[in-house]
């Protein structure tokens, strides 16, 4: 299986920039009186889960060190 690392860091900038974009978003949401909070608790947790394939596809540039 080859891994193409330059795939992996585009997929990684990808996902740091969306969430980044939706932390900025989130925190115009509350700033707002009117707030829809499902649409924040969704905005939230898409957030997460975009955390998550972050902590993910940040491991994949990790060698596997054989023991």
Not at 43 to 61: G, N, T, V
Request: no cysteine.
């Amino acid at each position: 299986m080859s891994t193409d690392w330059s795939e992996i860091r585009e997929r990684l900038h990808a996902l740091r920039q969306e969430h980044r974009d939706l932390d900025d978003a989130i925190e115009q949401i509350q700033q707002n009186p009117a707030t829809d909070h499902l649409a924040l608790r969704r905005m939230k947790k898409r957030k997460l889960r975009l955390r998550d394939q972050i902590a993910y596809w940040e491991s994949k540039l990790i060698p596997d060190l054989d023991a």
